[in-house]
Nanobody, 125 residues
Framework: QVHLVESGGGLVQPGGSLRLSCVAS????????MGWFRQSPGKEREFLTA????????YYVDSVKGRFTISRDNDKNTVYLQMYSLKPEDTAVYYC??????????????????WGQGTQVTVSS
């Protein structure tokens, strides 16, 4: 089965930057739409951004548009989330997810069948 592993989280000061990586094994990475989500304590898991299979199309929610960039390298089976100008409210566990079907654009929550274990991002002074 497809296995996703996130890395790159950690502690960063407000205004700082961080790049998350998500490496996939199993399946065919280039056939999956990929997305990033986050979840903070007491809140629902929040969709952030998605990228199409070849990386030609991306989507961002307004709260991260202009600050976060999603990209992928299919030769490395990896999707990235580059985060700039981080704010304390960005503190959360960040998850990558993959979808092998497309119910809409961006993919529907129910389209995502593969999830990573999450990596903690803490933005604090």
């Amino acid at each position: 089965q497809v296995h996703l592993v996130e890395s790159g989280g950690g502690l960063v000061q407000p205004g700082g930057s961080l790049r998350l990586s998500c490496v996939a094994s199993g399946g065919t990475f280039s056939s999956y739409w990929m997305g990033w989500f986050r979840q903070s304590p007491g809140k629902e898991r929040e969709f952030l951004t998605a990228i199409s299979r070849a990386g030609r199309n991306t989507y961002y929610v307004d709260s991260v548009k202009g600050r976060f960039t999603i990209s992928r390298d299919n030769d490395k089976n990896t999707v990235y989330l580059q985060m700039y100008s981080l704010k304390p409210e960005d503190t959360a566990v960040y998850y990558c997810a993959g979808a092998d079907r497309l119910g809409g654009w961006p993919p529907l929550r129910t389209d995502y069948g593969f999830w990573g274990q999450g990596t903690q991002v803490t933005v604090s002074s």
